[in-house]
Each structure stands twice: as structure tokens, then as C-alpha cells.
């Protein structure tokens, strides 16, 4: 017996075009959602913020007998607004850290930006043959008013804060 195998032609071709109706119909649901949903989200929420007050800074802790080495773009150094040659240097740190304890012997290292690495590298030797206990690296430059009055270390007291506008 053999099988005969028997095909059924569909009576209309297939359709290969894109049926948008359903498309339609979700953008136009997301549509009416956004549109409902929208004017929730712009109402606004009341926030009460407290007054600020204006705390006075911290006392100034640093000694005047603090030690800072300034670098310039030259390749110059500068002990406490004094500058000193190359040759020099090492002599001159000696003898100011030769007067303090081991604790105490702390300098700080402000170099510029376009300052030689090589310079500063060798501040950072010679100040340890000189016989610093801690380097340190300020980021930030000395204020010159600290420098205009020749107090090392002493640090301009910090203008106060603007008023906070006010709030509706």
C-alpha cells in the first residue's frame, strides 16, 4: 500500500504586509498614560531647609616655627618666604631643624605646577639630609597675606560665608 500524500492549496495567497492596527493601538494607550501621568509629576513638593549659621573657623594649631619650601617654575627655593640658593639649601635646613625635636622636625613641600620634578625631588633629599622627621605636600600655595606678614604658617583668617538666599 502507498501512501499517497495529499497537499491542500490555501485558498488565499499569504499576506506579507506589516499590520499596524495593533501598533496603533499601544501608542495610543502609552499616549493617553503619558498624558494622564504628567501633570502629577510637575506639582511641586514643599521643602523646608534650616537657617544656616555661621560657625567661626578653627583655631590656627600651626606653630610659627613651621617649615615650608616653596619650588617656583624657575627651579628657586623658598624657606618661609626667604629664598635660598641651591648650595645652600641643605645648610640652611639643617641648621633651622637642628634647633627642634626629632617630632617636630616637619617641613612642608609647595611647589608650582611648571616646577622641574627633578628640583623637587631633590628638595625632598636634602630635606631629609638636613634631617626632617615628615615631609609633607601642600596642594595649595601659601595665601600672601601669611607671606606678606612674614609669619610662617600663620594662615589668613577665612572670610565669611554669603548669606544663603532666601527661600520662597
Do not use: C, H, W
Not at 54 to 62: A, F, I, K, N, S
Not at 90 to 96: A, E, G, I, Q, S
Not at 116 to 133: E, I, R, S, T
Amino acid at each position: 500500500m502507498s501512501a499517497r500524500r495529499q497537499f491542500v492549496k490555501p485558498s488565499t495567497p499569504p499576506n506579507s504586509e506589516i499590520n499596524v492596527t495593533p501598533l496603533v493601538d499601544v501608542v495610543l494607550v502609552l499616549l493617553i498614560i503619558f498624558m494622564v501621568l504628567t501633570p502629577l509629576l510637575e506639582k511641586d513638593i514643599e521643602v523646608r531647609i534650616p537657617e544656616t549659621e555661621e560657625v567661626p573657623p578653627p583655631p590656627d594649631d600651626t606653630p610659627d616655627t613651621q617649615l615650608i619650601v616653596k619650588l617656583d617654575p624657575a627651579g628657586a627655593y623658598t624657606i618661609n618666604t626667604e629664598p635660598v640658593t641651591e648650595a645652600d639649601y641643605v645648610t640652611k635646613l639643617k641648621r633651622m631643624l637642628g634647633a627642634k625635636k626629632k617630632e617636630d622636625r616637619i617641613v612642608f613641600f609647595v611647589a608650582d605646577d611648571k616646577a622641574n620634578y627633578g628640583k623637587l625631588v631633590a628638595a625632598f633629599d636634602g630635606a631629609k639630609q638636613a634631617g626632617a622627621f615628615v615631609l609633607g605636600m601642600a596642594t595649595e600655595d601659601i595665601p600672601a597675606a601669611a607671606a606678606a606678614t612674614g609669619a610662617p604658617g600663620e594662615v589668613p583668617p577665612v572670610p565669611p560665608a554669603p548669606p544663603a538666599p532666601p527661600t520662597p
